[in-house]
């Protein structure tokens, strides 16, 4: 049997904004091309038979296969081949299909062609068969291809299929068609170097509301010093020109992270750096942890009788160049302060998270994604609005800035910071939690102010990340602290190690 696989229309669903679309396409051409839609009839079976993994995507868009049990190409030499044609559709409403023909063709002489090149003939031959003048009504076989698989998912829907999973895809895929699913083009509204749309697949009422903020921004009483006496001459690097990452010796700035830069001239963060941030977060064991005499979290439950500290992350911090620094704003150590890079969407997650971020592109290991960006708040101002905020307001967007919180004495109120993304916030308020294998790690970034009660909270990818994968990180906090500002949500990751499956006896690690 002759199979050949073509990778052709790879990405196309990022040009098509509708789904369904088509993700791959793999096929077989009989050497005489004479594989076209007027030659092919397919017969669909409507039995499933198993799942296909596809490594572009997450593994929980489990696909459904439908297998042709007959494939018959008329008008070439060979009267009838038989073959398999594979479609799959993904909950997300991605098509896949192979086509693989068997024929004699092995024993010839035959050569594959180059498909785009395929795809330009069978164009001009029935472009001049239908002998049409007009370009919008021009045959092509990428527009045929897509519409056979939206065909596909409407028939499918309509007859019925045995598997509700595949029943809710095709019923999204099919609403998505008819309403031709109105989305934001881009959420940032122009505030970031790359738009980042939002994809309404199941038409939703309810919208994220909140304002779009590139940058952090200070409530009101909150303490950010970022004056640039607070920088002194031996903690940045004046004398520095160009990319401090191609000289010689690492500048000042290089001396938070033990005299070596985070950050590779790739722009990633370095293996061992993200190594050893990765095992603190997962194995928090007690040098890893530290208490504050006064807590400002115990604090701001009850004021008169605090609460003991239960203890903060003592975090590695990533310093990064800035203005007092004589290098330029290309400079391989100001990767944050640059801004998101990597194509984003956000996009409906499931009923119980809501809305989720996703990348649109493989993202190799250490890559930024985004900061977490909302309004500086101290814990105080937090604890206020926590107070103040309705019941139905079902997730929660705050964060507590206590990389450092052990470090210091005491923290007077103005300096126990917090972000709260809920009314101002950038893309980073859409990630979701999962626990402990989540693919983002979150590392404390100083900027502009060596005081750390103040940084930047930045994600970077703890593996290789595939397109369309859901992006997740940890947040790291106490599912049974109820009163934690966080707000404990009842956990649906999905995660082997997820806490709530612990609760029940399963999937337990052991810290
Ligand atoms: C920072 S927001 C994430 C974005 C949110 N999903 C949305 O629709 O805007 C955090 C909230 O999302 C929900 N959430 C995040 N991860 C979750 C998970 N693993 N299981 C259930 N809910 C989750 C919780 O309601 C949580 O308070």
Redesign the pocket.
Known sequence: MLFYCYHVLQNINQRHTHIPRIFNLHCDFRRDMSLTLSEIRLCLSDASNGNLCVKSLSSQDQFMQSKVVKTTCSGSKATTCEGNIKIGSSRLGEVKMYLNCSSALRQTSFCIPNLDVVMKFMDKKYNSFCNTVDPRSQFSMVKLLDDFCRSFLKLGYRKGSNSKHANSSLQSAEQAQKNKTPFIIDITKGSEKVKIPLRDEVRREDL?KFNYIPNNIIYQNASVNISLARISDDSCCSGCSGDCLSSLLPCACAQETGGVFAYTPQGLLKEDFLTACMSMKHEPKDHHFVYCKDCPLGKSKDDQKPEKCKGHLLRKFVKECWRKCGCDMHCGNRIVQQGIKCKLEVYW?SE?????LRTLEDLPKGTFVCEYVGEILTNMELYDRIMLRSRND????PVTLDADWGSEKVLVDEEALCLD?TYNGNVG???????SDANLIDIPVEVETPDHHYYHLAFFTNRDVSAYEEL?WD?GIDFDDHNHPI?A?????GSAFCHSKNQKGKGKIEN
Do not use: D, M
């Open positions: 994220p997650s119980v998270k809501g809305w989720g079902r997730h929660t967007y993304a308020r859409f990630i979701n939690h999962r626990c997740t947040y707000k949500f009842q956990c649906c990751c």
